[in-house]
């Protein structure tokens, strides 16, 4: 056998080895490509959304009466804006202002116009006694709480902490300290510690000690005191429109909607401000939320939020 015949067929033998393993190859690529092709035939794949948005929580559907309207109204409702006038705003859209729909009375966010149907306010009562509201003594500057009569002594906004008399805009709810009865009055706005107040749960104190705000029945003055357990120490407000007084935010137990309704002041209308978190005694886990797609108010689980913010601020 000579040496060029067996150059000749080691040759031959590694190109056929490398032939083979090269048609291995397509092969086995060919038959990954087959079987990842049928994946994507059995699999329902949605491709991923170009616009990202904030979760919003939804409502269990329920039957309810009011009937839901989700559209706002394209113009400002008639009548004139009242002088001075405030109203409530979302930290998540400062634009936008607290609203009553004229149809159902519905609560939702809507551009700011500043006429009646935007313009909030707040009675604050106590659950020691039905139908008394903190009240301006007219012609002074004494805090007591007296049957509530729908005037403008007895309206109230929170001017960041301060509670601004709206009928009296200078002035503010003042804790006069070194006075012998540590009485509660009204005073020229000042911003200092003892015109500041915050709600702990249902009990109103100031930023100057840990006393809470208390109502004597027996002369129904108001008046700072060591906290304790009884109602005379535990307060809400009821939170109205300009255009509808005689309605008052109310929260829904069945479906967790906020809407204007006449005023009855059971638990599910008795609110306070946590911070700027809106709760009620119906449910205080839960707070106000502005739904960013219908722009509808509704109650939430309190999660601290911008949506759950909400501040008064003038129109």
Not at 22 to 46: C, G, P, R, V, Y
Not at 208 to 225: E, I, K, R, S, V
Not at 292 to 300: E, Y
Request: one cysteine or more; hydrophobic letters at 30%.
């Amino acid at each position: 056998m000579s040496f060029l015949w067996i150059l000749t067929s080691v040759l031959v033998f590694e190109l056929s080895v490398k032939c083979f393993a090269k048609e291995k190859q397509h092969i086995d690529l060919e038959s990954f490509e087959n079987a990842f092709s049928t994946m994507l035939s059995s699999k329902d794949i949605t491709p991923p959304p170009t616009t990202l948005h904030e979760h919003v929580p939804t409502m269990a559907p329920a039957t309810y009466s009011p009937t839901r309207i989700t559209s706002a109204p394209t113009s400002a409702p008639t009548g004139s804006p009242v002088s001075a006038p405030w109203t409530l705003r979302s930290r998540y859209n400062g634009s936008l202002c607290c609203d009553v729909h004229p149809a159902d009375k519905n609560a939702y966010l809507h551009s700011c116009h500043g006429f009646e149907s935007q313009q909030f306010y707040f009675e604050l009562h106590t659950n020691n006694v039905s139908g008394k509201c903190l009240e301006k003594v007219s012609g002074g500057d004494n805090a007591h709480l007296v049957p509530c009569n729908d005037t403008s002594l007895q309206w109230f906004v929170f001017d960041g902490e301060q509670i601004r008399l709206l009928g009296e805009q200078n002035l503010c709810l003042d804790y006069a300290y070194a006075s012998v009865g540590k009485n509660l009055r009204f005073f020229q706005c000042l911003n200092t510690s003892n015109q500041r107040f915050w709600f702990d749960g249902e009990f109103l104190k100031t930023c100057h000690d840990d006393l809470c705000a208390d109502y004597h029945p027996g002369t129904h003055n108001f008046y700072m005191h060591p906290c304790h357990t009884g109602n005379n120490q535990h307060f809400f407000v009821a939170l109205k429109s300009l255009a509808y007084p005689n309605l008052c935010l109310d929260y829904n137990l069945l479906n967790g909607n906020l809407y204007m309704y006449t005023c009855h002041l059971a638990t599910n209308q008795q609110f306070w401000f946590q911070d700027e978190s809106l709760r009620t005694r119906a449910n205080s886990s839960m707070c106000a939320q502005h739904d960013s797609t219908s722009n509808d108010l509704r109650k939430t689980p309190c999660n601290d939020i911008p949506n759950q913010c909400f501040y008064f601020t003038p129109v």
